[in-house]
């Protein structure tokens, strides 16, 4: 009982403290949102602590730094580009359905009330659709006529349910490719994974500024593992203490290190595949994926041009593609020739 009266004043200062915290940051309220902030907060603490213990022990690089400073301006501003490009991917919408699905209804009545827009519907192009930019070819779907579900089906097989492709958490119609985030509470494009050290998933939006945030922090990872063992090398012999840590940190370095060059690689090569992690751990599990062959890439249209389409053709981001057609699979099967490298096919 007394322990109670003690603990009970503190824990109404508890509840006073936090909730003027939800009240005057409001981020704060939401469990999911406090933990990405935390994150956050400590990915930042964790680059200034392999820094500032870096600059504040080795000496002879603070000396080098005077003779050369073009070297550690080269290292800084890698170090602010990798937060940078941190805040920016964890910011940044991944492509969710439903902001494609009210982009298209915009679209959609901007057709109808244009008096040109007979010349020039906004649909697809090449099977794939770009909700304001592109064209279809094949003439069945224009955005005067079809409502959003006519448009998804245009881009799965003749004959497919409408309920295999409704998600039942948002109920609308989501294009292949796209998955629901149990995370996010949203279907996403392209889904891909949802990143807990952003805070959001990663999907077409999105993949592209990822990719680029692995790349900076692989290379910071690694510049600052050189710079350790360049400490190392030089000052072996000084405090015991000071060896230690910086030991310490070396190791882990060494680790994240390993871990950031491998997912490196392995977005690399969905990259140049034109597929999602979703896709590639889940195939067996996809409907439209399950009856493929695992050496088939179906959205694949060559290195050069996923390339291309990752990097440089994402005008914007609700970009869809279509299921590839029976005789677009078998040719995709058919083995290599002198000639198809001669053409380059797989480019």
């Not at 580009?81 to 209804?105: C, E, H, R, W």
Request: aromatic letters at 12%; hydrophobic letters at 40%; a positive charge.
């Amino acid at each position: 009982m007394p322990t109670d009266g003690v603990c009970a004043p503190i824990a109404e200062l508890r509840d006073r403290a936090l909730d003027r915290c939800s009240r005057w940051f409001p981020c704060l309220a939401d469990p999911a949102r406090r933990s990405s902030l935390v994150l956050k907060v400590a990915l930042v603490a964790l680059h200034l602590v392999y820094a500032g213990i870096l600059f504040s022990f080795d000496e002879d690089l603070i000396e080098n730094t005077r003779r050369q400073p073009w070297y550690i301006a080269l290292y800084l501003l890698l170090f602010v580009a990798a937060l940078i490009q941190y805040f920016v991917t964890a910011g940044s919408s991944p492509g969710y359905v439903l902001d494609a699905m009210k982009a298209y209804n915009e679209a959609n009545s901007l057709f109808i009330r244009s008096p040109t827009a007979s010349k020039h519907p906004a649909s697809s192009k090449n099977g794939s659709l770009t909700v304001t930019v592109d064209i279809n070819q094949s003439g069945r779907n224009s955005l005067g006529s079809s409502s959003w579900s006519k448009m998804v089906m245009e881009f799965y097989p003749l004959g497919t349910s409408i309920r295999t492709m409704t998600c039942s958490y948002c109920n609308i119609e989501q294009p292949p490719r796209a998955k629901h985030c149990h995370d996010c509470d949203k279907c996403v494009l392209q889904f891909d994974h949802h990143c807990v050290w952003l805070g959001t998933c990663i999907g077409q939006g999105n993949h592209c500024r990822f990719w680029w945030y692995i790349f900076e922090e692989t290379a910071l990872c690694l510049w600052t593992g050189i710079l350790y063992i360049t400490y190392l090398k030089t000052s072996i012999s000084g405090a015991w203490w000071k060896d230690l840590i910086m030991i310490l940190l070396l190791i882990s370095l060494v680790v994240l290190f390993i871990f950031l060059l491998l997912l490196l690689l392995f977005h690399s090569y969905l990259v140049l595949t034109n597929q999602t992690t979703y896709e590639l751990v889940r195939r067996r599990r996809i409907p439209y994926l399950r009856g493929l062959p695992e050496n088939v890439f179906p959205f694949s249209k060559g290195v050069c041009r996923n390339l291309y389409r990752f990097c440089c053709a994402q005008s914007t981001i609700y970009d869809m593609e279509r299921l590839p057609t029976a005789f677009e699979v078998e040719e995709k099967l058919r083995p290599y020739t002198c000639l198809d490298v001669l053409t380059c096919r797989c480019c």
